[in-house]
């Protein structure tokens, strides 16, 4: 209360600053009060099948077949590395055609 003033008239005010305080905060309560907007949209999507076959195209795991030998595992890995970033990149689009 200390910024309630009391005129000579014996009418009660307040600074200018807070009249406008108080007409930002009433502006802004009634700019968000209208934000609420849903919005349906039917987007592209796999559906359960489309899904369970790009899982079974996944390239297989190569932890087995390692052999210790490191220029022979590099070339093992280096393949199953431009497989599994193919398949990986079809997945991005897929799922970018989901988000919209």
Not at 16 to 40: E, H, K, N, Q, S
Not at 50 to 67: D, H
């Amino acid at each position: 209360m200390k910024n309630i003033r009391i005129a000579p008239s014996g009418v009660r005010t307040t600074s200018l600053a807070d009249r406008g305080r108080a007409v930002c905060f009433i502006a802004l309560l009634a700019t968000l009060a209208g934000c609420t907007t849903t919005r349906y949209v039917k987007v592209p999507c796999l559906t359960p099948e489309q899904f369970a076959e790009r899982q079974k195209a996944e390239p297989e795991k190569v932890g087995g077949s390692l052999t210790g030998q490191a220029q022979e595992d590099v070339r093992i890995i280096g393949a199953n590395a431009k497989e599994l970033r193919a398949w990986g990149e079809g997945n991005l689009r897929i799922l970018g055609g989901c988000v919209g």
